[in-house]
């Protein structure tokens, strides 16, 4: 019989790679799917769709019935108000968790959480995983670092500089953070879901030992660009007065941004590279891309999309 997943942010960057790596392995999916999102791309993929969200018990009830594993992909990086960080990340992941207590449920979380005192969306990650370590079914969190690739928005920005020979950074010596391409996330997960491993908390990455500066992403940048990059380094100063600005139009009635003050001490946060490399190793985690041509692929498919 065909296995059943149950699968949560199959709308947001990381859902559609990771709705498209199940459904490669055979898996018969059900999404949830929030009533004002448009669906993920399911070309030929076998999936039956539960509208609501993560605060909607029914809904939740109606995913999970009969699920043989749920994979709890969505979260908030942004928000308009602190609180809702926690109502999303943290209860959220409590409500689902209590639905299904008996049934393995495979959490993707962030680096972030690592770190819960630096702002509330690191506090709310921690929370969640916290939340999964109290069930008494089978449970994984899987700590992503940064993430980019084919869909991403948050990091377009960089791109979109880079295109003019000026890589930006922020200013902090001796900074170093891990990375991952969105779809080797989406493998790694799929294998987590394929090959199960003890309850625990673990990281994932790109393989690359100790992570990168700054500079190696500029060069990769520019290497798939076909052009010399210049890092310029942004103080702090300046992205606390970028943030405030975001946050004043927020309270005007503007759309979440990413950017916020609270946002400022996870940017200049000097460490944020994996040191954990044991889920890779159990389940054989081999990614597919590293730094450079992950840049290029990602940037191949801006310019596709015209978004480059």
Known sequence: MQ??????????????????????RGWKLRLLVRRWSPLPPLAGVDAEIVWGDLADETALRALVNGIDIVVHA??????????????????GTARLSALAPETPLILLSSLAAREPHLSPYAASKHAAEEALASRSGP??????????????????????????GIALQPAVPGARLSLIHVADLAEAVALAVERPVPAAVYEIDDGHEGGYCYADMAKAAGQALGRPERTVGIPRILIVAIAAANQMAQSLGGDARILTR???????HPDWVVHDRRFASMVGFAPHFDLETGFHDTILWYRSQKWL
């Open 3 to 24: 296995k059943r997943i149950a699968v949560t942010g199959a709308t947001g960057f990381v859902g559609p790679h990771l709705v498209a790596a199940l459904a490669r």
């Open 262 to 268: 609270d946002k400022v001490s996870e940017i200049f």
């Open 74 to 91: 969505a979260g908030l990086i942004k928000a308009g108000r602190r609180e809702d960080f926690a109502t999303v990340n943290r209860d």
């Open 139 to 164: 449970w994984l969190a899987l700590r992503a670092p940064a993430v980019y690739g084919p869909g991403d928005r948050e990091t377009l920005a960089y791109f979109r500089s880079a295109r003019w």
